[in-house]
């Protein structure tokens, strides 16, 4: 569904649903938003600013709450929004639309939530062979390491533990994208790399991160979760993701949640930690899904727990990325 049916179908079904009439305006080219979208609501008229996506996603939240504060008031419209997302853009009171018809508005003493639409599918598109699970293995070594990218396909195959035969397919898809440009026969560059970084993390989130799901845990002593930084993870094998790794980059984030990345077995794990599985437990414990060393011995690359912490999507965690891209990935990226 492109923008314009978007539109189409969200004022239309506003209207069937809740008898509120809308009416778009497309803004020119030198503006940073896509439109004004006008709503009569009753006896009262409502001019929004408004943005349009197929969908959104946690990453895109710091971006929308950006563009709600410049232009005011404004209004973001998808294809649909995913009740979490949704939930969150309530917290920070950004309203919206979806093309069913579902809004959520505090405007002018007008307050219109509705929510009980039926969603509007997305169909599945072809996956580019880049970002399937073992697109993403390797392209995490390319964004932590470019260099890599003008690696053997044999290095980079041993590196990543990936089959060499997965490889022309992966530089494939990121020419297809526009993501890899060949400077000679032996020599490439990674281009667009901020875009390629934000579509890995929202494919990391949506393909690979819940393949590697081992299991939600508590520790057998409930005051352990507040003494985790004393825990002794074992070398190379285990180390912080997510919010403790936040808090170990940052020094500015509590966590609430733990997240650890092993490559130990299940029982190892509990014994090692005094763990306890736990479906509503307050750590997660997921695979470990690349090879190399990490800078610091106990937490994974600053790339990966930006990449946890974004996909959260709450405001302490995302003020945490803010702080973790400025001092480890700016310059990178």
Known sequence: MNKQEIIHNALNNILTTANIKGTWKDMDDKNQIDGQLQLKIENQTIDLFAEIRTEIRTIHLQKIQDQAKEYNPFIIMAQRIFPKIKEELRNRNIAYLEANGNIF???????????????????NRTTNRAFTK??????????????????????IAEQTNTGIGNLNNIFTGLKQEGYLLQINKQQYKIENKKKLLETWIMEYEKRLKPTLTIGTFRFLKEDDFYNWKNLKLQKGKTCWGGEPAGDIFTNYLRPEELTIYTTETRGDLMKNYRLVPDINGNILILKKFWEYDEINDNVVHPLLAYADLINKGDRRCTETTQKIYDEYLQDKF
């Open 105 to 123: 508005l505090k405007e002018k003493g007008v307050f219109v939530w509705i929510d009980t639409n039926k969603l509007v599918e997305i169909k």
């Open 134 to 155: 073992t697109g993403l293995k390797v392209l995490y070594q390319f964004l932590i390491n470019e260099q890599w990218i003008n690696y053997t396909y044999r290095q």
